[in-house]
Nanobody, 126 residues
Framework: QVQLVESGGGLTQAGASLRLSCTAS????????MGWFRQAPGNEREFVAAISRRGLMTDYADSVKGRFTISRDNAKNAVYLQMNSLKPEDTAVYYCAARWGINIASMTGTNGIDAWGQGTQVTVSS
């Protein structure tokens, strides 16, 4: 099973950009679907973006389409989330997630996730 560590969060202003990174341990990283979720205070953890095992397919929540881009580098055991045009409502703890499988649609829910990172805080001021 992989272990995940996120980095790249911080405090920024509306309209700015941030790039989150997630690195994974283990030799089977390319066998995992990867995704990003976020959780704001008082809210449930919600899906943000997902990417297939070889990076050929991606999926996004409607709230971030056109602003966020997920990518992965299997040679580096890493997945990234480029966040542009940030809004105050993007403020949350962002979690990297891994799921063994091939169906990218399975990454849109929190059930069945095999590994979570510890989370990184993103705060966007208006």
């Amino acid at each position: 099973q992989v272990q995940l560590v996120e980095s790249g969060g911080g405090l920024t202003q509306a309209g700015a950009s941030l790039r989150l990174s997630c690195t994974a341990s283990g030799r089977t990283f390319s066998s995992y679907l990867m995704g990003w979720f976020r959780q704001a205070p008082g809210n449930e953890r919600e899906f943000v973006a997902a990417i297939s095992r070889r990076g050929l397919m991606t999926d996004y929540a409607d709230s971030v389409k056109g602003r966020f881009t997920i990518s992965r580098d299997n040679a580096k055991n890493a997945v990234y989330l480029q966040m542009n045009s940030l809004k105050p409502e993007d403020t949350a703890v962002y979690y990297c997630a891994a799921r063994w499988g091939i169906n990218i649609a399975s990454m849109t829910g929190t059930n069945g996730i095999d590994a979570w990172g510890q989370g990184t805080q993103v705060t966007v001021s208006s």
